[in-house]
């Protein structure tokens, strides 16, 4: 029972375009969602996130986007750059769920030169 | 400032043997996680604590693993006897209480049993 999929288990771009990873969620009770980051040989890094009463968060470079009727997120990346290049993993929280997070199963993005 | 601690970075040992993991939060967090990370099944679960207190073990797979917190700056996963099955990165990471706090990971241990 996945409640949170990334269907796109790996995804290519070019350097200076943008880059989107997606991921869907099945449970409504989820409330706030997270992206992170992954290098090989190290732990996940926190990268944004985004509660449930907003449809979008702006960090610099990263942009993520929320439909809650679609059960649906998605990270933006733009301009993509080679150091980008890991395993983003997207993840979901509910304020009922003590501090609980769902991940899921990664996509491992490459940008290309 | 430090991050999650995690020891040892790599363990290899054979079939049947016990296995300690250890762990250090990031100082002044209330809540601790342990996780496994594998191709089949992805990141998941193990176990959490709030104040060094367990508050859900439903992900610890069987009475072999246990996990304790006897103090607010360590945290160990205890393997009693590994199996080859048991084989994953397991990572720790800490947070403060509040809706949205961000995890933070150790960089995990690579473990390993023959």
């Known amino acids: 029972d996945q409640q949170v999929k990334q269907n796109s288990p790996s995804l290519s771009v070019q350097e200076g375009r943008i880059s989107i990873l997606n991921c869907d969620y099945t449970?409504?009770?989820?409330?706030?969602f997270l992206w992170y980051k992954k290098y090989p040989a190290e732990g996940p890094t926190f990268l944004i996130s985004?509660?449930?009463?907003?449809d979008k968060n702006e960090d610099g470079r990263f942009t993520v986007f929320l439909n809650k009727s679609a059960k649906h997120l998605s990270l933006h990346i733009v301009p993509s750059q080679p150091g980008d290049s890991a395993v983003y993993f997207c993840a979901a929280g509910s304020s009922q769920g003590a501090q609980k997070l769902v991940f899921g199963q990664g996509t491992r993005l490459t940008i290309n030169p | 400032d430090a991050g999650v601690i995690q020891s040892p970075r790599h363990e290899v040992t054979e079939m049947g043997q016990e296995v300690t993991l250890r762990c250090k939060p990031i100082?002044?967090?209330?809540?601790l996680f342990w996780y496994r990370q594998t191709m089949m099944r992805g990141l998941e679960l193990l176990i959490y604590?709030?104040?060094?207190?367990?508050?859900?073990d439903s992900g610890m797979p069987e009475d072999r693993f246990s996990a304790k917190m006897p103090n607010a700056s360590f945290s160990t996963l205890k393997i009693q006897p590994s199996e080859p099955r048991d084989s994953a990165v397991y990572f720790c990471a800490s947070s403060f209480a509040g809706m949205g706090q961000p995890q933070h990971f150790g960089d995990g241990t690579r473990l390993s049993i023959l």
């Open positions: 100082s002044g967090h209330d809540y």
């Open positions: 985004i509660s449930s009463i907003k």
């Open positions: 449970n409504s009770m989820f409330d706030y």
């Open positions: 604590f709030n104040n060094n207190v367990p508050i859900d």
